[in-house]
């Protein structure tokens, strides 16, 4: 028996625990409820509207692959393998495209919204890692890599090794890899590759791999793109996922021409338990193998086999293309033919054999027959990316090459018309009708369009050089850099050294050819250093080789100095190179340039007896110079000179200025002296000498005329209005016009005075009508 003490202890235990059983079940309860009420208000929904969107994407079709792929080997010029922004090819192929995006994007936006209310509204329930993980992919898929990327780091703060962290490392890893931070993705990838065999997700350790195989062989890595797969398959004991994974190794090697290797690894994948569709693709493709390896009959009785396999009915197609490839491989031109009207009739609507048209048109690419190699393409760029991307490219390039080619052609023959301009043949059979005609129409709505002026030969070879520029670039682009090489010399040889271009045009060929040959790059920057230093790239010429700013000015003396003291020593072939050159060269130097081709009009005007020669370079100098002193100089006698060559009137101020000089009248020194002038001077109001006598009598009257003013003065002063009537008076009288008698002294006589209008007076001397200094 118990005593009351026990019992009470006994009693109390037993409630305790009946209390803690109840809060448990009430907290359970709680717990259930909030994720049941979460999962059918909101993440239900979150997560239908992105099977909608995936199945917009056609992403889902793409994880069955209910289709065997589509395999070509990649081109060995690495340059078409290149995209946009120099992103790994099979990274362009995960995004989505935009005007499939356009049709879903306010299904992405609910997402959005759904899985923040969810964050918002349920912190603890289970479904905030997964709603996470949906917003890292619409972010994803809509192209923001940093929002997806914090999503992601996110999810896996909070669960490192959940069911969701390895979707989460591996979505990271794209995103890291879509913002170019290659091995930040790397290294994720390989944490990703670790918590996918933590909790056995094998689609997951899948696309690791084949990422990382992407990105070894984008590298030009082999070895790093073979070994997750031969590990992977060394470590698993799941036959279906190994014989996946050694399909996959078996394609790399496809891709990279082993074909050897690649066909012992396609007959490795029948060892294990591939699915119907893994089976087909390595049965296939081994048989592409044996076709390139010239084992025709061991690849005939495989594909034979699956064309007679009814399982395999719906892609009869792609054993068709391989038997396209081995026609082709043949060289049987007929054959070909043949084989593709054929296909193009069973299968119009193939996208495997474009996988043909693909090989086919890139053999023509690479071998020059640009003609046929853009029809083949043009059949093979609607394909996957790995066909698609590489077939853009070339075909983008044969259409500008030949636009810029037949420019080439057109410049050459235009600058050909203006050395041989065609004679003009003129039909004169139906003058007369069309004399009546065009007398009889009405021309009154007749509109007459104006024709461009010719273009000079000049700028014909500018235009040439462009084109040739153009062509270089795109040769560069695509891997061919020994016609790149080409091209970029003939845009430099063929541009005129004063076209600003040039500069460019030598500076890119100097770069081009840098890798192989140093020393040649340097002589060109030699070239640009001495012929365009003021261009941008003769500056970065100059920089490059060391030269000061001083070198321009110096050469450009150097050669002025040079030039004029060859003429001075009557060396004028030369003179005239060296001071042209100085012009051509430096024609932004204010100080020499002028000066140079003042030089030059003089050497031709006063040593070789050109004057139109010379007139040509002073021309120059007023156009290119007009503020020098050269321009100031030349003004006057240059349009003098042209207003004669042309028949035209002289103004006045043009004229010869013809100065008379005065000529004193000495015919008074000749005369007889007449004595009585002393003996009885004029003594009106004058002197005589006998006041010479008395100097003190020339004071007196001098006085007397000073007072005489002074009392004049005072009378007006005292009496104005004696001043107003004297002004009056004067003005009534009658005002008198000189007349031309009044300065002609004597007597008028009639028909004295008129002018004698002699035309031999008015003819001057031919040597007047020249300017002065001309």
Not at 17 to 37: A, D, H, P, Q, R
Not at 456 to 465: G, M, V, W
Not at 733 to 742: H, N
Request: glycine share 4%; aromatic share 10%.
């Amino acid at each position: 028996m118990f005593s009351p003490k026990h019992n009470i202890q006994h009693l109390l235990l037993l409630l305790a625990s009946v209390l803690v059983l109840l809060i448990s079940l009430n907290g359970c309860k709680s717990k259930g409820y909030g994720n049941f009420t979460t999962y059918y208000n909101t993440f239900y929904n979150e997560q239908k509207l992105m099977d909608q969107c995936e199945e917009e994407f056609e992403f889902q079709s793409e994880k069955k692959r209910t289709k065997p792929r589509i395999l070509v080997p990649l081109p060995e010029n690495a340059e078409l393998n290149k995209t946009d922004g120099q992103v790994p090819p099979f990274l362009a192929g995960l995004k989505v495209d935009k005007a499939a995006r356009q049709a879903v994007n306010t299904k992405l936006d609910s997402i959005l919204i759904k899985g923040s209310k969810i964050l918002a509204t349920s912190p603890k329930s289970e479904y905030v890692a997964p709603s996470l993980f949906l917003m890292a992919k619409t972010y994803f898929y809509r192209e923001e890599w940093l929002p997806s990327q914090i999503k992601c780091s996110e999810l896996i703060d909070k669960e490192p090794i959940g069911k969701w962290s390895a979707d989460a490392h591996l979505l990271l890893a794209m995103n890291l890899l879509m913002q170019g931070k290659y091995e930040s993705g790397i290294t994720m990838l390989s944490r990703t590759v670790d918590v996918a065999w933590l909790n056995t997700r094998y689609d997951i350790l899948t696309k690791a791999f084949n990422i990382e195989a992407e990105m070894a062989l984008f590298r030009g890595n082999l070895d790093d793109a073979l070994r997750p797969y031969f590990q992977a398959i060394a470590q698993s004991d799941d036959n279906a996922q190994r014989a996946l994974w050694q399909n996959e190794l078996a394609s790399i090697l496809f891709r990279m021409h082993k074909w050897d290797r690649a066909e012992k690894a396609y007959a490795n994948v029948m060892k294990y338990s591939p699915d119907l569709t893994t089976e087909y693709e390595a049965k296939l493709y081994r048989a592409s193998c044996l076709i390139r390896l010239d084992r025709y009959i061991e690849a005939e009785r495989i594909l034979s086999r699956l064309d007679d396999d009814g399982k395999f009915e719906d892609w009869k197609d792609y054993v068709a293309t391989q038997r396209m490839i081995q026609t082709l491989l043949s060289g049987n031109k007929e054959q070909i033919i043949q084989m593709e009207l054929r296909t193009d009739s069973l299968f119009p609507t193939s996208v495997p054999k474009t996988a043909y048209y693909f090989e086919k048109g890139l053999a023509q690419f690479e071998s020059g027959d640009y003609l046929n190699a853009r029809s083949s393409i043009g059949k093979a760029r609607i394909s996957i990316p790995a066909i698609s991307a590489p077939s853009n490219r070339m075909f983008i390039f044969m259409n500008q090459r030949e636009q810029y080619v037949q420019s080439i052609a057109d410049s050459y023959e235009a600058i050909e018309k203006l050395k041989n301009p065609p004679e003009a043949i003129v039909d004169t059979s139906n003058s007369n009708a069309i004399a009546e005609k065009d007398a009889t129409s009405d021309t009154s709505n007749v509109v007459v369009k104006e024709e461009a002026p010719a273009k000079t030969e000049s700028q014909l070879l500018i235009e040439a050089a462009k084109s040739y520029f153009e062509l270089a670039r795109m040769h560069a682009n695509i891997g061919h850099n020994d016609s790149a090489n080409y091209f970029y010399k003939k845009a430099a040889d063929v541009a005129p050294t004063t076209e600003p271009n040039s500069s460019r045009y030598l500076y890119v060929y100097a770069e081009s050819i840098r890798p192989t040959n140093a020393w040649q790059a340097d002589s060109i920057l030699n070239i640009i250093a001495e012929t365009q230093p003021k261009t941008e790239y003769g500056q970065v010429a100059l920089a490059r080789l060391g030269y000061t700013a001083a070198f321009v000015t110096d050469t450009a003396k150097m050669l002025y100095n040079s030039g004029y003291e060859l003429m001075k020593y009557n060396e004028y072939a030369l003179a005239k190179e060296r001071l042209t050159k100085v012009f051509t060269t430096y024609p932004d130097n204010d100080v020499y340039a002028p000066k140079a081709l003042y030089a030059l009009g003089y050497l031709y005007e006063n040593r070789l007896k050109m004057p139109d020669s010379a007139n040509y370079y002073y021309l120059i100098i007023l156009q290119k110079y007009p503020t020098s002193e050269y321009a100031k100089e030349l003004a006057l006698p240059t349009t003098y000179k042209d207003l004669v060559d042309n028949n035209m009137e002289i103004p006045d101020s043009l004229k010869t200025r013809i100065v008379e000089l005065y000529t004193a009248d000495t015919s008074i020194i000749h005369k007889e002296y007449d004595s009585t002038l002393l003996a009885n001077p004029n003594k009106d109001g004058g002197f005589s000498f006998d006041d010479l006598k008395n100097p003190s009598k020339l004071l007196d009257k001098a006085k007397k005329k000073i007072q005489d003013k002074i009392d004049a003065a005072k009378e007006v002063v005292n009496d104005p209005n004696k001043l107003l009537d004297d002004a009056i008076e004067g003005a009534k009288g009658a005002v008198k016009v000189p007349k031309v008698e009044d300065f002609v002294p004597g007597e008028k006589k009639e028909g004295e005075g008129e002018e004698d209008n002699n035309p031999e007076d008015e003819k001057k001397p031919e040597e007047e009508k020249k300017p002065e200094g001309s």
